[in-house]
C-alpha cells in the first residue's frame, strides 16, 4: 500500500484499550475541525467533525474534544479495534469567512496490538 | 453511489516531462479540491475548483496548473517535473465550496507520481 508518511508519532494500543489522538492547530480564527483516517492506500476518510461553538461531540465509538483556549483538539477512540490501525490527521477551517481551504495537520499513525 | 474516482493510479515520470492527472468527483458534487501529499510536508492544499472557477489556491509554484469541466471533473496538471514532485496526489470532491455548510470533503484513492 502506500507509504503515507514516515515520520509520523506512533501511538500503540492494545486491542479493546481507548485511544487518545491529539492535535494541536494553528489558526485561533478556525472554526470548524474534522479528524480523517487515512488506510494504506486509500485517501483520508471522513470521523468526525465538531464546530467551535461546541467543546465535545460524540459519534459511533468515537469522541471529539475541542479545547479553543490551547487551541487543541482530540481524537477518543473507544474499545480500539484492530480496523481502527491507520494514521489519523485533523483539519481546520474557517468557515464564517466562506472561502478558506482545510488546513491538515501532520497525523498520528495508530498501531492497535491484537 | 460510486466514489471519487482517480486516473491513473500510479504514474512515472522523469525529471523535465510534464503529466496530467484526473479526478471525477461523486456525481452531483460541484467542488473538486486537490492536495499532495508528502512523507515531510504531510497533506498540502493546492487548489480548490468549483462550477469550472479556481477558487482557492495553495502556496505551490505556477508549475501546478489544474481546470474543472461542466460535468465538475477535474485535472491538474504539473510541467517541468522535478524530483521533489514526487508525491501522492488526492483529490476530494464535496456538495459546495469549502467554507460553506455541509463541508464534508470526500477523498479518492490518490496517484501516486513517481519523479525519477
Known amino acids: 500500500g502506500e507509504s503515507v508518511g514516515l515520520h509520523l508519532p506512533t501511538l500503540s494500543v492494545q486491542e479493546g484499550d481507548n485511544s487518545i489522538i491529539n492535535c494541536a492547530y494553528s489558526?485561533?480564527?478556525?472554526?470548524?475541525f474534522i479528524w480523517y483516517k487515512q488506510e494504506s492506500g486509500k485517501g483520508p476518510q471522513f470521523i468526525i467533525d465538531i464546530r467551535s461553538n461546541m467543546d465535545k461531540r460524540q459519534g459511533q465509538r468515537v469522541t471529539v474534544l475541542l479545547n479553543k483556549t490551547v487551541k487543541h483538539l482530540s481524537l477518543q477512540i473507544a474499545a480500539t479495534q484492530p480496523g481502527d490501525s491507520a494514521v489519523y490527521f485533523c483539519?481546520?477551517?474557517?468557515?464564517?469567512?466562506?472561502?478558506?481551504?482545510?488546513?491538515f495537520g501532520k497525523g498520528t499513525r495508530l498501531s492497535v496490538i491484537a | 453511489k460510486a466514489g471519487v474516482t482517480q486516473t491513473p493510479r500510479y504514474l512515472i515520470k522523469t525529471r523535465g516531462q510534464q503529466v496530467t492527472l484526473s479526478c471525477s468527483p461523486i456525481?452531483?458534487?460541484?467542488?473538486v479540491s486537490w492536495y499532495q501529499q508528502t512523507p515531510g510536508q504531510g497533506l498540502q492544499f493546492l487548489f480548490e475548483y468549483f462550477s469550472e472557477t479556481q477558487r482557492n489556491k495553495g502556496n505551490f509554484p505556477g508549475r501546478f496548473s489544474g481546470r474543472q469541466f461542466s460535468n465538475s471533473r477535474s485535472e491538474m496538471n504539473v510541467s517541468t517535473l522535478e524530483l521533489g514532485d514526487s508525491a501522492l496526489y488526492l483529490c476530494?470532491?464535496?456538495?459546495?465550496?469549502?467554507?460553506?455548510?455541509?463541508?464534508?470533503?470526500?477523498f479518492g484513492p490518490g496517484t501516486r507520481l513517481t519523479v525519477l
Open positions: 456525481s452531483g458534487h460541484r467542488s
Open positions: 483539519a481546520e477551517n474557517i468557515q464564517r469567512s466562506g472561502n478558506t481551504p482545510l488546513v
Open positions: 489558526n485561533s480564527a478556525s472554526d470548524y
Open positions: 476530494a470532491s464535496s456538495l459546495t465550496r469549502t467554507g460553506t455548510e455541509y463541508n464534508e470533503q470526500f
